[in-house]
């Protein structure tokens, strides 16, 4: 969770001195999420992931040299410069900036394993903003009635870009899932270890079941939506800090751990950020 906070917050600096291009989607504030996930899955389950993707690839492939490369446009990218904040390919990992696009691939790659009858299952990422997409609604059917090994994860942080939740959603979102016949949980924590326990239950219900299930995860992003869009008020944004990841994990820790640990990773990052500027630009 440091390691994520602390490159996210980098990458915001870097982009107010004019050293990244397009834009970025930090996931400062739901640093927990992606952790206790990601720490219930085999290494070769599959990830499909969204527009905010950078705590769920640094949790599953612990690689920021590759991604501020690929965010740069350098060679070194983990899709060599093409792909960039958004749009990353590596082995079992995959993103997408199109909002809603990423469940049917999901459910094809679950599909796929099902036919294979592999032991993986396919977790995918999405945000309450999804659900305003026709085809969320048509993938939820598909895999219910063919028993496909999905395993959605629906971080609801109360904001579709900058709209709130209660200006654009009908009903529950939970009903949404339910209307399927798709297993569904809802939890509203912080805490990492919370997070993993519950979703440690789903993740292997689903790899016993081979059917889909859901986690909905009510959360809260510290940041604004991209690097500079943020209309929410100051007071609701100062009230939700309170239940900083961070900060919960690290009351059951050691001072002097969490000392070394945000020198080491600070150390990494600072490393990582001159490599990465000296890299070779991308033909």
Known sequence: MLLIRIFEN???????????????????????NAVGI????????????????????????????????????????ICAGRGGSQHICDGNFFSNGVLGGTLPLSAGLAFAEKQKASSKIVVAFIGDGTLGEGVVYEVLNIVSKWELPLFIVLENNRYAQSTKIDKTLAGGIAQRFHAFDINTEELSSFDVLEIFELGK???ENVRKTSKPSCLIINTYRFASHSKSDDGRDKNEIDSWLKNDPLKITEESLDEDFILQEKERIDQQIADVVSNALTATYAK
């Not at 980098?10 to 927990?32: D, M």
């Not at 720490?39 to 492939?61: E, M, P, W």
């Open 201 to 203: 239950n789903l993740i």
């Open 10 to 32: 980098e990458v915001l600096n870097l982009f107010s001195q004019g050293k990244l291009f397009g834009t970025t989607h930090a996931y400062i504030g739901q640093e927990a």
């Open 38 to 77: 990601i720490s219930a899955l085999n290494q070769d389950d599959i990830i499909v992931s969204n527009h905010r993707c950078h705590g769920h690839y640094l949790t599953f492939k612990n690689n920021p040299y590759g991604l501020l490369c690929e965010m740069m446009g350098k060679e070194d990218g």
